[in-house]
């Protein structure tokens, strides 16, 4: 979670593809009004 208020919320996911569209599945059923995917982005650990 991101940011969270009483009438929507942000959420930042990283995963596989089969993950991440698992998820977006789920959010479908409580009305997703905006889906931003960025892509693979790399970042190194440490």
């Not at 789920?26 to 009004?33: A, D, I, Q």
Request: no cysteine; aromatic share 4%.
């Amino acid at each position: 979670m991101v940011d969270v208020t009483h009438v929507s919320l942000i959420v930042e996911m990283t995963g596989s593809l089969e993950k991440i569209t698992a998820f977006i599945d789920l959010m479908e059923t409580f009305g997703v009004k905006e889906l931003a995917r960025t892509g693979i982005t790399a970042l190194p650990r440490g």
